[in-house]
């Protein structure tokens, strides 16, 4: 049955013909050239037997002659059927139909895919489609076949999407023939696996399936004439899964590689890429060694002439493949030895063999290709040159050596070459495999089956008769498929079926492969010695000619036959078949390579243990077809009588084994099928030629489905579809809208009368093909029939309106006539009466202007006259007041005259009398001063004082002199210290040295400082007791218990550190063990290496022995004794020799340590051994080897034994011995790493001075050991002694309360001493500077780091160390007046003891009441008292400026110091990095060793700082409590008791202060709470927080209460606690919204929270740019001590991160809703968008599944749920617009994506619905007040995709619609317009013509050319959180019950 006949015999009846063939019907007719010719019926057809026709191409009229009424024509088609995604919903079902359909989707939509039923057809465009892109997986990814356009996407993702919901493998299986694109279609299915099954882990498995591409195209493809990159093998990829749907791995199985072309190609074709993409990389460095030519010089590459492939560039390509390699974990050297075993071939092919003497042939000695190919292989070029030309024959008791022919040694050649190249092909196949293995478990998988279509030529040899029986059987599983899912829809839907046949080529499959089937006779005839292609060919016709209807016997031919398979009946040449299927190569050229000395060339050629191997004889030479063989070519096999040798297993057999587990495997799976087609055989971009396209689908089993689908019932319709479209043919009464399939039934009853042509299902209606066409019809013929009725209402309504428009008219005229003349006559006696207005009007102004004049001139000439008579009475008037102004001065100047005369008499006779007065007082003051003279002699002690106090007075001027020259020192000092900042950048350059000396001087000044701070406390008697009160006693206890904690930390640490030590040596320790454990594994891989060397040694001596015999044998052969055995001639070479003694005796230099060593090439061949030597020689059997072996094993040993010396070495080393506990590190330590560190200047510093630290320690430890000791010795003479603080302290109050007050204790021996210690201190200091500037030389100092050498500047440093030095001076200087201030207080304190007898005895002549008897005591006493305190404070004053200077000063140097020490860490560390850069691996290690001990020696100087600091600590808090013990003993209990009366008052006056702020009740706006409380806290507030108690409460109440708490650490000052309130805030939130991603409301409510947040640490940080709103109270509640901005930009990026959660979470929803609701809902009434697709459904994967019903108010109720949500939780306005502006987008990117993969969404009743579902969408904008957020603009793509649907499409509307479609890109548009597809037949396809017209039009307006199809569906708008302050004051917040968070405490 053909597909001609087709729809005549199934489904037309005679009585049907008449009404279906009528003039004007539509039909196909047969053509030669173009297959099919669309024509119209010009007549009825009645049976005639011709009709008249016309083509629709060319308008010709021709007869159709009709041989037979059951052969009539194809129908077809309505237009608006063509272009469909499936073939098989085609109401006329036939080839015709399918090729036309085709060629318009390939030609006009340049559609490359389309359906056909369960098939996917793949037409290949010879041109790179932007179709296969990363965003277009993405959109095929979980839709259903179906629902997108047709791809080979959407085949991958129904075979994904099955095996990850039924866990059911799968299987894809790619045909066609050459050049069809099977290949890249495998490819891009493996890619897409590849990507939606990729794995989130590091493992990267799909990138090694993908990689093995370009490896298995460059080895397996080569250019054929219909095809440049053709795979030249089957292939079948297993892609494996795991549970969780990810790739774990990959296997592939190949089949049936085509050998013969490494030796041959046919012209215009090339050899295999391999070879091509060496000959382009010969130039490179590590291809020099294969000496490569260029391709047109080896022979193997030169026979098709055509080595370039247009648009390939073979080098790159290498490149491609060598990356493949790596990536698949190939080594470097397995690929240069792979590329090396090629190159050898491409030279072997260059060998000549000659025709020598007889029946022989020989190679020139001179050859270097075999030379080169010898060399590259490793193996014996003597022994390849024998062996190419000769073959050994074994018979029983001897071995014979025969000669080959010319002809019979170049087919040995070329079968040495296939085999060659055949096993490196396996073994990168295997080593493929065991790449994309995998260690998981592997639940499931997904096969890609990428194969060779049906192929006929003018020769078909064995190759295209295996492929064509590998395709018999694929057929037939592709048959048994398509019926099984067709029958299965007939039950799933119950209605009643016939069983429908199908073509079974099992008859064809049992003829290939039964028992004596063809390749069983095949074998059987390969068996046979003298086993021809012409016997075989005999048995065959003796067998199943007329027996087989598949096979046929050619007329004129005996040496061929015919096989009738599915697709067409092929000729097969027998010429070659035997030994194509034998497949042998000579053992001789097998054994020689068994024996290279290269191990991959060795392990090719291993014998494998193969259970399907069987025996058969040796020995004869392989034959090929493309090399022409001699007649008596087979002659070998007559002597091959006696010995076997092991053969494999034929081709044949070998083939249909593997062919087998195939079928088994796809069996197993779900298939899937992928036909390529090949649309021309020129390789021209699309390009549709009909006839080789026909031939294809008849060949890949389409047509077969079109036919199995065409019996039944290929066409399907929904009952709502099929009501929506066919309801205008039924009548009101049949229309029952609550049952819709009962309306249906009453529509078809009575439109189609026959039952049979249609059956109703569960939810379908199944028609016969043509039924739907003749709905068609019918609902076309009743539009026409409505339309005509309208026209003729419109065409009465235009005529009564036109006629109603004339009368009017009429009307209009005669009224607008009237009143024109109406208007003339009022016009005229308007312009009558202006004029007589106008005559009035110009006459009176003539007059006034006359008048005017006139009296302007008189009123001139009045005013002239007017003002001259009034300029005269002027001038007389000013006359007479200048006269009376000169008179007026005269007058006054003289009486001021006498005036001052008269004064100045007054004057002198006042002052005459006031003088005589004071010179009598004068004497009277004179008088009275003689008389006071004793008064001065009585009070001459109380005038020494005051000068004693005038020269206090003075020295305090000079102190105040001295203060202002420190001040001018300061001064100077500050400019050295601006000098000191602008070479702060040189000095971070510097070396660790500077660091170091400031350092030391730091500390000097520390102790200086101390030291002096102790003086003072014993100088200043009472000062020291005001500061060194009671309180210190009563804490010193708990101050020593902090400090043995502390104490105990830094030991513990120091452990620690010790121990982590100890960790890391033991780890480096491991690390050096493992090494050596490699080692020895190294060692014994060489020593297992070094047993196949013994055996390849074996080999390589049989095949010498061999060639020896050869050489030997005077007439080609000679017999071998029959008293040698086997065993002595392998074990020969195994003997020791008298080289290899030599060998033994020579240095480990010149020893053979392997192949291609100096030993191993300069070593000669052994001697040939004659049959005497081997006997003598039996006795020693492997001696040489023995003794190789036992050498290797003591250089093994004595490795070994260096590796363990090392490794304890490294072990002594590594742990040094605590020598002395006091140093950091032990001598031996400092001298190992000193011996490791050679190198490292900057360690070796940090050693020396961790030297020099460790002796100031022992030095300062002894120090402090005697002065212990002292003051031990002191307390034991004295007897006093205070053990415990508490004692001091009860003491203390005991003596306070039983000792009476005693006399002022005398301090003079205390002070001397104090002077003395002073002395000593100094001369210790100057000693230890000396020692300094002796050991550390700043001129000749140590050793500098390289970055210390390259930015130092001497002389700088050397002006820094002279500043430091000045300063230790001054220090020095102001000790030394310390000490005289100290020895004039103890002269003061000796003069205080004056009593007031002294001075009477002194002054008054003994008489004490004299001394005081006018108060005058009292009076100087006051009088210095109020000197002394205004010099008091002038001295305090002058100090606190002082240290106040003196602080900022150390800050900045500290500031300085800190920046020069990170600078110089930086230095080390970039010096550090670079060194390691430069270094080898050890030398990096051996740097990382540096580094580590650098940095523990710094932190274990660090934490013995803090330990001394501590000691010191504790050593002054002793000598403390000796001095009150001192003081106590001594009696000066009144003033410890005064001081702490005092004490008492200040702690008494402070509670007090605390009592008042206690008392202030007012709520400030703060939540306080414990540090423990801190985890309720967040648990509380954020974790147990839900959305509902949220919503009850003040929006934003979370995020208030944690600023609250903020607050109070801030007004605390614990940095500590807001720093983890903090970060476990920002914790909590991010752990919540993980947790709850899926709970809308929740991540909702914290996006408005940490929003909030954000803000409330914006309003209140005390920034002015965030308190222009705020109230003066919350001004007041603003941050005073914290700077919170970093954390501010952390809480900012949380809330991005929580909205871009929240977005996922929303796009995750609507995603489903977005396709329904905007393109498939139809919110118009009565506009249909749906047209008769068929309804076949796509996807098996959703069959069972209920589908919820989607629609646009699903989607607008979900977009009000997420308004509503944001709105309750008080979400700021402008974060909705963003988000509304998002998911615009996303529904409107989605929404055109689809719509751009979706041909029945592109029409103009969809565009219709489209745009009215999206103003409901922009509608919902407006009503919500979000038309401002920019996401109405978001939707502008769709929105004018929608529009371009609507539009019209004439030439005339080029430029509208560029204009109009502004956001669209070209490709969209133009994709669009290609996917439009008419709806009715009222409506018009878009020409071609026109499309083309808008692509250049857009390419000149749109300068850059944007050719994106799809929109990125996952960009993101930028998010931003403008400022929005609160009004809320934080004092008027309450925090709730409901929170339960009872432990905040309100401050």
Same mark, same amino acid.
């Given at each position: ?1002 500390? #000097? +000044?520390? %102790?200086?400082?101390? !030291? =002096?701070?102790?003086? /003072?406390? $014993?100088?200043? *008697?009472?000062?020291? &007791? ?49 090494? #050596? +454990?490699? %080692?020895?594994?190294? !060692? =014994?891989?060489?020593? /297992?290496? $070094?047993?196949? *060397?013994?055996?390849? &040694? ?850």
């Amino acid at each position: 049955m053909t597909s001609a006949d087709l729809y005549v015999q199934t489904f037309l009846k005679e009585s049907e013909i008449g009404q279906v063939y009528v003039k004007g019907a539509r039909i196909w007719v047969p053509d030669a050239e173009n297959v099919w010719l669309g024509a119209e019926l010009l007549e009825n057809y009645t049976g005639q037997k011709k009709i008249k026709i016309q083509l629709e191409d060319n308008g010709e009229e021709r007869e159709f002659e009709i041989k037979d009424k059951k052969r009539l024509p194809h129908l077809r088609n309505p237009e608006i059927l063509i272009g469909e995604n499936d073939l098989t919903s085609l109401s006329y079902l036939n080839e015709p139909e399918v090729l036309y359909n085709l060629k318009v989707r390939f030609l006009e939509s340049n559609c490359i895919y389309t359906y056909c039923g369960i098939v996917l057809v793949a037409i290949n465009p010879y041109e790179q489609l932007p179709i296969y892109g990363n965003e277009l997986i993405q959109m095929y990814s979980g839709q259903d076949m179906g629902t997108m356009d047709p791809h080979i996407f959407a085949v991958a993702e129904e075979a994904f999407k099955l095996m990850s919901r039924f866990d059911k493998n799968q299987s894809i299986i790619v045909s066609g023939e050459s050049g069809a694109g099977k290949t890249v279609s495998a490819k891009y299915a493996m890619r897409y696996f590849a990507m939606v099954g990729g794995s989130q882990k590091e493992t990267q498995v799909e990138q090694k399936v993908l990689a093995s591409n370009p490896i298995m195209e460059a080895i397996g493809n080569a250019k054929t004439t219909r095809n440049d990159n053709s795979s030249r093998f089957g292939k079948y990829i297993e892609i494996s899964f795991n549970k969780n749907n990810e790739i774990i791995g990959a296997h592939m199985r190949t089949y049936l590689l085509e050998k013969s072309r490494v030796v041959y190609q046919a012209a215009e074709e090339r050899n295999y890429h391999i070879f091509y993409q060496l000959c382009a990389s010969k130039d490179l460095p590590e291809f020099k060694k294969y000496c490569l030519l260029s391709p047109d010089d080896f022979y193997y590459t030169s026979h098709g002439q055509a080595p370039e492939i247009d648009g390939v560039d073979d080098g790159e390509d290498l490149v491609s493949v060598r990356e493949a390699f790596t990536m698949l974990g190939i080594s470097e050297k397995d690929q240069m030895m792979i590329f090396q075993i090629q190159s050898a071939v491409l030279h072997f092919g260059n060998v000549k063999i000659r025709e020598a003497d007889g029946e022989s042939s020989e190679i020139k000695k001179d050859d270097k290709h075999l030379t080169i190919m010898c060399k590259l292989l490793g193996i014996e070029e003597s022994q390849m040159r024998m062996w190419l030309c000769n073959k050994k024959i074994v018979t029983v008791g001897e071995v014979l050596t025969k000669p080959l022919t010319l002809t019979q040694a170049s087919f040995a050649q070329d079968a040495l070459a296939k085999h060659i190249y055949a096993q490196i092909f396996d073994w990168i196949v295997e080593k493929i495999n065991k790449a994309l293995q995998s260690g998981a478990k592997s639940t499931k998988f997904i096969g890609v089956l990428d194969i060779y279509g049906f192929e006929t030529f003018e020769i078909n040899s064995f190759e295209q008769f295996c492929i064509n029986y590998a395709n018999e059987k694929l057929q037939q599983i592709f048959n048994m498929h398509v019926f099984k899912l067709e029958q299965e829809e007939y039950v799933r839907e119950a209605i009643e079926w016939s069983f429908i046949d199908f073509y079974d080529n099992q008859p064809c499959i049992d003829l290939i492969e039964s028992k004596l089937g063809i390749l069983d006779l095949l074998d059987e005839e390969c068996k046979m010695p003298k086993g021809s292609d012409e016997n075989w060919c005999q048995k065959l016709y003796d067998k199943h000619l007329g027996k087989a209807k598949h096979f046929e016997k050619p007329r004129m031919s005996r040496s061929a036959f015919i096989i009738n398979h599915f697709a067409d009946r092929v000729e097969y040449q027998a010429d070659g078949f035997l030994e194509k299927n034998r497949d042998t190569v000579l053992e001789e050229n097998i054994n020689i390579l068994r024996a290279s000395e290269f191990e991959l060339v060795a392990e090719l050629f291993e014998e494998k243990v193969d259970p399907n191997e069987k025996k058969s004889r040796a020995g004869s030479a392989t034959t090929h077809p493309l090399r022409q063989a001699p007649k008596g070519g087979r002659g070998s096999n007559k002597k091959t009588v006696g010995s076997q040798q092991v053969q494999k297993a034929t081709v044949g057999d070998q083939f249909r084994e593997s062919l087998h587990k195939l079928m088994e495997t796809l069996n197993a799976t779900t298939p899937h099928y992928i036909r390529c087609i090949k649309p021309n055989d020129t390789k021209e971009a699309f390009i549709f030629e009909p006839k080789r396209a026909v031939e294809q689908l008849r060949a890949c089993g389409v047509l077969e489905t079109i036919r199995i689908s065409a019996a039944g019932y290929p066409s399907r319709w929904t009952y709502p579809e099929f009501f929506q479209r066919y309801r205008v043919l039924a009548g009101s009464k049949d229309i029952n809208r609550s049952d819709q399939r009962k309306t249906c039934e009453n529509v078809l009853t009575k439109v189609i009368q026959d039952p049979d042509k249609y059956r109703f299902g569960k939810t379908k209606i199944f028609f016969r093909a043509g039924q739907v066409a003749y709905l068609e019809k019918l609902r076309s013929d009743k539009l026409k029939a409505c339309g005509i009725m309208i026209q003729k209402h419109v065409k009465g309504w235009l005529a009564r309106r036109r006629y109603q428009r004339i009368i009017k008219s009429i009307t209009l005229l005669q009224k607008y006539g009237r009143g024109l003349l109406a208007r003339r006559h009022a016009k005229f006696l308007r312009e009558t009466f202006a004029a007589t207005r106008i005559q009035k009007h110009w006459k009176g102004y003539k007059a006034r202007s006359h008048y005017i004049k006139v009296r302007k001139a008189t009123v001139i000439i009045q005013s002239a006259i007017r003002g001259f008579f009034g300029r005269i009475l002027f001038k007389k008037e000013l006359h007479e007041h200048r006269a009376i102004t000169i008179q007026k001065l005269v007058r006054s100047w003289l009486a001021r005259k006498r005036y001052k005369r008269v004064m100045r008499g007054i004057v002198l006779l006042q002052s005459h009398f006031r003088r005589r007065r004071a010179k009598k007082e004068l004497k009277q003051l004179k008088i009275e001063a003689k008389s006071v003279e004793h008064i001065k002699n009585v009070n001459k002690g109380l005038e020494n004082k005051i000068i004693q106090l005038q020269q206090k007075l003075d020295a305090k001027n000079k102190e105040g002199m001295t203060i202002k020259e420190q001040e001018v020192y300061i001064k100077q000092l500050k400019t050295e210290m601006e000098k000191l900042r602008s070479s702060s950048e040189e000095a971070k350059k510097s070396s660790n040295k500077i660091t170091d000396l400031i350092q030391q001087i730091k500390d #000097l +000044q520390e %102790e200086l400082s101390k !030291e =002096r701070e102790e003086k /003072q406390v $014993l100088i200043s *008697e009472k000062e020291e &007791l005001v500061k060194e009160h009671t309180q210190v006693l009563s804490k010193m206890a708990e101050e020593k218990c902090k400090l043995k904690e502390e104490l105990e930390e830094a030991n513990l640490k120091l452990q620690q550190q010790e121990t982590s030590t100890d960790d890391v040596l033991k780890r480096k320790l491991e690390e050096a063990t493992q090494q #050596l +454990q490699a %080692e020895f594994d190294s !060692e =014994r891989g060489h020593h /297992q290496r $070094l047993v196949k *060397e013994h055996a390849r &040694l074996q080999q390589r001596f049989e095949n010498l022995q061999s060639e020896m015999q050869m050489v030997t044998s005077p007439h080609g052969h000679k017999r071998t004794p029959s008293d040698i055995s086997a065993i002595s001639l392998e074990s020969y070479t195994s003997s020791a020799s008298p080289d290899e003694v030599k060998y033994e005796e020579e240095g480990p230099e010149d020893k053979d340590q392997g192949y291609g060593t100096k030993k191993k090439k300069k070593a000669p061949a052994p001697p040939v051994p004659t049959a005497s030597a081997m006997e003598k020689e039996m006795k020693d059997v492997d001696v040489g080897l023995i003794l190789r072996l036992q050498n290797k094993m003591k250089e093994i040993e004595q490795q070994k034994t260096k590796l363990e010396e090392r490794l304890r070495q490294y072990e002594d080393e590594g742990h040094p011995q605590t020598g002395n506990s006091d140093a950091v590190i032990s001598n031996s330590a400092f001298d190992a790493l000193k011996q490791q560190l050679v190198n490292a200047d900057d360690v070796q510093l940090v050693i020396k001075l961790q030297k020099r630290v460790a002796e100031l320690e022992m030095t300062k430890s002894k120090l402090a050991d005697e002065l212990d000791e002292r003051d031990d010795e002191d307390e034991e003479k004295s007897g006093f002694k205070i053990t415990t603080p508490e004692y001091a302290y009860n003491n203390l109050k005991r003596m306070n309360g039983h000792v009476d007050k005693e006399p002022p204790y005398d301090n003079k021996e205390e002070m001397q001493e104090l002077q003395n210690e002073n002395d000593k201190l100094k001369r210790e200091v100057n000693k230890l500077m000396k020692s300094i500037s002796e050991n550390v030389s700043f001129e000749k100092g140590g050793t500098n780091s390289p970055a210390g050498k390259e930015f130092m500047d001497a002389k700088k440093i050397e002006d820094q160390v002279k500043v430091f030095r000045d300063q230790f001076t001054a220090m020095a200087d102001e000790l030394d007046r310390r000490r005289e201030e100290c020895l004039q207080l103890r002269a003061m304190l000796a003069e205080k003891s004056i009593t007031t007898h002294a001075i009477a005895k002194e002054s008054y002549g003994g008489n004490d009441d004299l001394v005081n008897e006018d108060n005058e005591l009292a009076l100087a006493y006051r009088t210095q008292k109020e000197l002394n305190r205004l010099l008091e404070n002038q001295l305090q004053k002058t100090e606190k400026d002082i240290k106040k200077k003196e602080e900022k000063l150390k800050r900045e140097i500290k500031e300085l110091k800190t920046e020069n020490e990170a600078a110089q860490k930086i230095i080390n560390q970039f010096n550090s990095i670079t060194r390691n850069l430069q270094l080898g691996p050890e030398a990096k290690i051996e740097a990382t060793m540096q580094h580590e001990i650098t940095r523990l020696t710094s932190e274990n100087l660090d934490l013995r700082e803090k330990a001394d600091k501590q000691a010191d600590q504790i050593r002054k808090m002793k000598k403390m409590l000796k001095v009150y013990a001192k003081k106590l003993k001594d009696g000066d209990v009144a003033e410890i008791e005064a001081e702490l009366e005092k004490d008492d008052k200040q702690k008494k006056t402070e509670d007090n202060v605390a009592t008042v702020k206690h008392l202030d009740r007012t709520y400030m706006g703060m939540l306080e709470y414990k540090k423990e409380d801190e985890g309720r806290l967040i648990k509380c507030l954020i974790m147990d927080l839900k959305p509902k108690v949220a919503q009850g409460l003040l929006p934003g109440l979370p995020a208030y209460i944690l600023f609250m708490c903020v607050r109070h650490t801030d007004y605390i000052n614990d940095d500590e606690k807001v720093r983890t309130l903090l970060t476990n805030t920002i914790n909590g939130i991010k752990k919540c919204v993980k947790k709850h991603n899926k709970e809308l409301e929740r991540v909702i409510l914290w996006l408005a929270n940490t929003c909030r947040l954000l803000h409330t640490l914006k309003q209140y940080s005390g920034e002015k740019t965030f308190q222009s709103e705020n109230t003066s109270r919350q001004n007041e509640h603003c941050l005073r001590n914290f700077d919170l901005s970093e954390y501010r930009q952390v809480f900012s990026d949380l809330a991005v991160w929580i909205f871009q959660t929240m977005i996922k979470y929303m796009e995750e929803v609507i995603q489903p809703m977005v396709v329904p609701a905007v393109l498939e809902h139809e919110a118009i009434a009565g506009l249909s968008a749906s047209k008769p697709s068929g309804m076949r459904g796509r996807s098996s994967s959703t069959q069972d599944e209920d589908v919820r019903e989607l629609s646009l108010d699903t989607l607008m109720k979900s977009l009000n749920k997420y308004n509503q949500v944001l709105s309750q939780h008080a979400v700021d306005p402008e974060l909705v617009k963003q988000v509304f502006r998002q998911l615009y987008y996303y529904i409107g990117s989605n929404a055109l994506n689809n719509l751009l993969l979706r041909k029945d969404m592109c029409n103009w009743s969809k565009g219709m619905q489209i745009r009215y579902n999206l103003s409901h969408l922009e509608q919902w904008l407006r009503d919500n007040k979000l038309n401002e957020s920019g996401a109405q603009s978001t939707l502008e793509p769709i929105t004018q995709a929608s529009q371009l649907l609507q539009a019209r499409k004439s030439e005339a509307d080029v430029d509208s619609i560029c204009e109009m479609c502004s956001k669209l890109t070209t490709a969209q548009i133009v994709k669009i317009l290609n996917l439009y597809t008419p709806v009715d037949e009222f409506e018009e396809r878009v020409p071609i013509s026109f499309i083309r017209k808008i692509q250049e039009r857009l390419k000149s307006t749109k300068k850059e050319e944007d050719n994106t199809l799809l929109i990125d569906t996952k960009y993101s708008f930028p998010v931003t959180f403008p400022f929005n302050p609160s009004s809320l004051t934080l004092d008027s917040i309450d925090v709730p019950e409901a929170l339960h968070l009872d432990f905040l405490t309100r401050v």
